[in-house]
């Protein structure tokens, strides 16, 4: 468009620059390059689909090459699974566990061998941690847990307790009806001679 044509038609859009131009060609490059990309990972997604294996790594190298990944793997009924360097496809049967995920978050890799080292730490991490159970134990005759003595319930004692009751005492069981019988006897001797005394003040009025 030269000087006398711009004046002819001032509403026609002006030419674009060069700048403009390479911008234009860099976009339609990243459109061909992103549908060539969805076209291989739905090919290489659907063959895993078919497999025995358990998940598959593709390369993306940024959110929108991820975005096609986790779209393709959703409508293919698969769970996506982006970390910092890997981006990996499972199946749902197949669900990373916590020791995996932070494996590989920390670069290690993941194998058999690498499952069973973290299976052990988390088994004797446990057994660590491992909380005093609660547990019934054998109760004596006359004891407070004894079926006879409580009504045909046995309360649970845990084993922490019995242990410190070993050591400092168990609390004072509740008097028994020949002591309570003994109180009683006691305390009719104390009341006697007071009685008799009374007796004999009102024979001398």
């Known amino acids: 468009m030269d000087q006398r044509d711009s004046i002819l038609n001032p509403t026609a859009a002006p030419l674009p620059t060069p700048e403009q131009i390479e911008q234009m060609r860099k976009k339609l490059d990243a459109k061909e390059e992103l549908r060539n990309f969805r076209k ?19 390369e993306a190298v940024d959110n929108v090459h991820r975005m096609a990944i986790y779209d393709i793997a959703a409508e293919a009924g698969l769970v996506s699974l982006f970390l910092e360097r890997q981006s990996l496809v499972y199946k749902r049967e197949h669900y990373p566990s916590e ?52 009504g045909g319930k046995v309360k649970p004692v845990s084993a922490c307790n019995a242990r410190q009751g070993d050591l400092i005492g168990t609390t004072r069981a509740p008097k028994t009806a020949l002591e309570q019988q003994k109180q009683r006897t006691a305390l009719q001797k104390e009341r006697q001679p007071q009685q008799q005394q009374k007796q004999q003040k009102q024979e001398q009025q």
């Open 40 to 58: 291989s990972v739905r090919n290489q997604i659907n063959e895993f689909a078919k497999d025995d294996r358990a998940y598959i790594e593709l």
């Open 99 to 150: 020791d995996e995920i932070k494996a590989r978050q920390n670069g290690e890799v993941w194998n058999e061998e690498k499952a069973k080292e973290c299976a052990e730490k988390r088994k004797r991490a446990q057994l660590a941690e491992k909380p005093c159970k609660r547990m019934a134990i054998p109760a004596e005759a006359g004891c407070a847990t004894n079926i006879e003595n409580t």
